[in-house]
């Protein structure tokens, strides 16, 4: 289940089964989204991206939805894996903003139980 | 094909002392940005810069801070005289020329600033 409390909302989801980590942006003129892994000790690993014109993307295991109207992206880890544990960010950026800097969610860590 | 490279990994200073960090980015890559993250939240935005010139220095904060990019060597983000709010965890992230909004980022394992 999630939980949010003062430390990062945390998704415990058995190993085998599907994950699904959401996230709320906050700039509706964002254009580009990307998702990023971060284990323990290390930096945000890229995952996956998004541009504005798509609604959905895939890769190997992992889908991006993107839904403009409410502002939420979504990240979907299929067969989840106890290597998929870690902290997972979303990021947006507005390229007509003239800086490439991006704007990163809170994160929600992922527990992958056995 | 080395990715960003940030040194030293651990940093430990006492008050009012400078840090200095490093970071060399991706072969290929001129741009880099500095982001900051404290334990258990998101990254924050800092400073953008390619060769020799800063682009955007908006999440720098006003006294004590600086970075540069010179046209040999590495980005170099340098506090002085470090305060205990200071110790967080330092990330650069670098992308290949004019592609930074469609092209992701591509992150070092950080530096950890520790103020005594």
């Known amino acids: 289940g999630e939980s949010v409390g003062l430390h990062l909302p945390t998704l415990s989801v058995q190993e085998g089964d599907n994950s699904i980590i959401n996230c709320a942006y906050s700039?509706?003129?964002?254009?580009?989204f990307i998702w990023y892994k971060q284990e323990s000790g290390k930096g945000p690993q890229f995952i996956i991206d998004?541009?504005?014109?798509?609604d959905k993307r895939q890769g190997q295991r992992v889908t991006v939805l993107l839904n403009k109207t409410v502002k939420h992206l979504s990240l979907q880890i299929a067969a989840t894996q106890p290597g998929d544990s870690a902290v997972y960010f979303c990021a947006e950026n507005n390229r007509d903003s003239g800086t490439y800097k991006y704007i990163f969610g809170t994160g929600t860590r992922l527990k992958v139980l056995a | 094909n080395a990715g960003v490279m940030q040194n030293p990994r651990h940093l430990v200073r006492r008050r009012g002392q400078e840090a200095r960090l490093r970071c060399s980015p991706m072969k290929g890559h001129s741009h880099v940005y500095w982001y900051r993250q404290l334990p258990e939240e998101g990254l924050k935005f800092m400073v953008y810069?390619?060769?020799?010139?800063?682009?955007?220095e908006s999440g720098m904060p006003k006294e004590r801070f600086s970075a540069e990019f010179p046209k040999e060597g590495p980005s170099i983000l340098r506090i002085q005289q470090v305060v205990r709010g200071d110790s967080a965890a330092y990330f650069c992230?670098?992308?290949?020329?004019?592609?930074?909004?469609?092209?992701?980022?591509?992150f070092g394992d950080g530096t950890r600033l520790s103020i005594l």
């Open positions: 998004i541009r504005s014109n798509m």
């Open positions: 810069l390619q060769k020799e010139n800063i682009i955007d």
């Open positions: 992230a670098s992308s290949p020329q004019g592609q930074g909004a469609i092209q992701p980022q591509h």
């Open positions: 700039n509706s003129a964002s254009d580009y």
